[in-house]
């Protein structure tokens, strides 16, 4: 069986791993590289009332099922076929929707929080952190998140100040020493998507 790379994107809300990530994939065949998103193991909540769930803290680590996570990047290191979990941002709840993910030789796995998980972490082969300015991040996730994931300003901002900026400083930014490179400016940075396309290039050409 050939052998599977896993390529961790961290980074901070807003920094543009998923521009990095989508860009990087956009150079490969969907057999070769697929895209996996830490947010898609966000916890269900069925439990709880919207607005308890608004209420929650999203930039913890126990926010994400990270064990589903890394069972299923075995699964996928095996050959096997998984079906993942579908998050809606708008309900801040799975749907109970799954995707099939068929294997593939190599997996971009993308997230805020996958460099702090140790198991999570051990399972990338290589690890990449998208180090973008604070102010730009927040910019970016203000008109991202009442555009596309159906909040308003004044809970976007009440949001920052209580749980993602403090949950950036313990979580993510310590995080960053686990990287193998990082990289500024997240998706617009030409020079180092260009380097990540070779190494993946390179990688499918073994
Ligand atoms: N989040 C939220 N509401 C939820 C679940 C998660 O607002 N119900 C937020 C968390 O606060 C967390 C963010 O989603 O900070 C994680 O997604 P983010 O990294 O911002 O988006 P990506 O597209 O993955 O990354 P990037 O902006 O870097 O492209």
Do not use: W
């Not at 096997?80 to 579908?86: E, H, L, S």
């Not at 749980?163 to 990289?183: C, G, L, N, R, W």
């Amino acid at each position: 069986m050939q052998q599977t790379t896993i390529i961790g994107i961290a980074g901070g809300t807003g920094s543009g791993k998923t521009t990095l990530a989508k860009k990087l994939k956009t150079a490969f065949s969907d057999e070769d590289v697929i895209i996996l998103c830490h947010d898609y193991y966000y916890r269900a909540h069925d439990e709880l009332s919207y607005e308890e769930r608004t209420r929650l803290d999203y930039d913890h680590p126990d926010a994400f099922e990270t064990t589903l996570l890394i069972d299923h990047l075995k699964k996928l290191r095996q050959g096997k076929t998984i079906y993942r979990p579908v998050y809606s941002f708008s309900d801040y709840n799975r749907t109970g929707d799954v995707v099939e993910v068929k294997p593939a030789r190599v997996i971009i796995l993308e997230g805020i929080m996958i460099f702090e998980d140790r198991a999570l972490r051990e399972l990338m082969d290589m690890k990449v952190f998208v180090d973008t300015d604070a102010d730009v991040r927040i910019l970016r996730r203000l008109v991202r998140d009442v555009k596309e994931r159906g909040r308003s300003l004044d809970s976007v901002v009440r949001q920052y100040l209580e749980t993602v900026k403090p949950m950036h400083e313990q979580f993510v930014e310590p995080s960053k020493k686990y990287a193998d490179i990082i990289i500024p400016r997240g998706g617009h940075n030409q020079v180092a998507l260009n380097m990540l396309i070779n190494r993946v290039r390179s990688l499918l050409d073994e």
